[in-house]
């Protein structure tokens, strides 16, 4: 009798449990995978979002569909993008996040603000800056990916594994944004309506939330040295002569066989400085004037090389500087080694001026199969 009970008890305790109280059907949702945040003349928020459309049968390609609201605020324009589209919007699947330049420079936190406080937001989605209005890059689909956020998400994940830019997220740059110490930067894209397609530019340096200037594809790839980004397919172009005929021999290209970084902050008397030493193995990819098995010219060719290195870091740290961005995370390294100090100062208002001094050391370790 007693088992018959207890029979009883967990059949119905299975009824009862069966089934999901949360579950989305996907086929009762329009699922978004990519946005475009604009800033209109106005100052209104122009969203738009691209998801799949439907497709015929098992064979027609893939297409994308673009809708754009407009409102007051993010979500705003979402609700204007939901009274077009026949499904609810569904937004968990998002992969990429493009914010025009006009809202990017009035900040980046409002038009993310609805990602960080709904539960159902893709917080692993790629951010990147464009060099004029967002929705023009969400446009671009390229025939060789006929899904446009396909496209983004490999275009960001090769160019992060070439040493050219950092590849952040929407909750990553949160962490950043509030930190008080260190700044972030982001992929910055222009459009080549010519080619349907977007390129890399650089990189947008943002201090807190706002982008306050950019950096180009030469600076964007030291900077990630000076932040020990280290990336096997790392490679420069460096100017090394002018007296050659021929302008291609005035040239070399090289690959970043390895970094080593030592970051040192100084302080005397209340004053905060900040040294920078990098070693640099280096291969060469290309260099038709050659001559590298002669060590005198492959001496005189190293010191070429690292004087162009310097040039180079010492301009980017310029420009970090006169942007007012922390990129290389300084003042977190102050506020840990010299929390008095720390205290006492201003960073906002004084990181622009503490010296960055950059010493770069390289040595072509590999010139190829070429002796």
Not at 141 to 155: C, G, Q, R, S, W
Not at 198 to 214: H, L
Not at 285 to 292: A, I, Q, R, S, V
Request: net charge positive; charged share 25%.
């Amino acid at each position: 009798m007693f088992k018959q009970i207890l029979y009883i008890i967990i059949i119905s305790l299975l009824l009862l449990t069966t089934g999901c109280w949360d579950q989305r059907l996907l086929k009762n949702s329009t699922v978004i995978l990519g946005t475009a945040v604009d800033l209109t003349e106005n100052k209104k928020v122009a969203e738009t979002v691209t998801f799949p459309g439907s497709s015929s049968g098992i064979d027609t390609p893939q297409t994308t569909m673009l809708v754009t609201g407009i409102g007051d605020t993010t979500k705003d324009a979402k609700a204007s993008i939901e009274r077009k589209i026949a499904e609810k919007f569904d937004s968990s699947k998002n992969r990429v996040t493009l914010i025009g330049e006009d809202m990017a420079k009035q900040g980046v936190y409002s038009p993310l603000d609805s990602f960080y406080r709904d539960y159902q937001g893709s917080l692993g989605a790629n951010v990147a800056v464009i060099d004029g209005k967002a929705k023009e890059a969400l446009t671009m689909i390229p025939k060789d990916t006929p899904v446009n956020v396909e496209y983004f998400a490999n275009l960001f994940k090769s160019a992060a594994m070439d040493g050219l830019i950092e590849n952040h997220n929407i909750q990553e740059i949160c962490t950043i944004m509030f930190s008080k110490g260190e700044d972030f930067l982001l992929p910055y894209l222009r459009v080549n309506k010519s080619e349907k397609r977007t390129k890399i530019i650089g990189m947008a340096m943002f201090n807190k939330d706002k982008m306050v200037g950019s950096l180009s594809i030469h600076e964007s790839r030291m900077f990630l040295l000076l932040n020990n980004h280290k990336s096997k397919n790392a490679t420069f172009t460096i100017k090394v002569s002018d007296k050659e005929k021929s302008r291609l021999e005035n040239y070399i290209n090289l690959s970043i066989k390895n970094i080593k970084r030592d970051f040192q902050v100084i302080e005397k008397n209340g004053a905060i400085s900040a040294k920078i030493k990098l070693s640099i193995n280096l291969g060469v990819n290309e260099y038709p004037k050659d001559h590298l098995d002669n060590k005198k010219k492959l001496k005189v060719l190293d010191q070429h090389i690292e004087n162009q290195f310097t040039k180079i870091a010492n301009r980017t740290i310029d420009k970090l500087h006169a942007a007012n961005c922390d990129g290389l995370g300084l003042g977190l390294r102050v506020k840990a080694k010299y929390p008095e100090v720390w205290n006492k100062i201003n960073w906002n208002r004084d990181y622009p001026t503490i010296p960055i001094a950059v010493d770069i050391e390289s040595t072509i370790v590999d010139n190829g199969i070429i002796n």
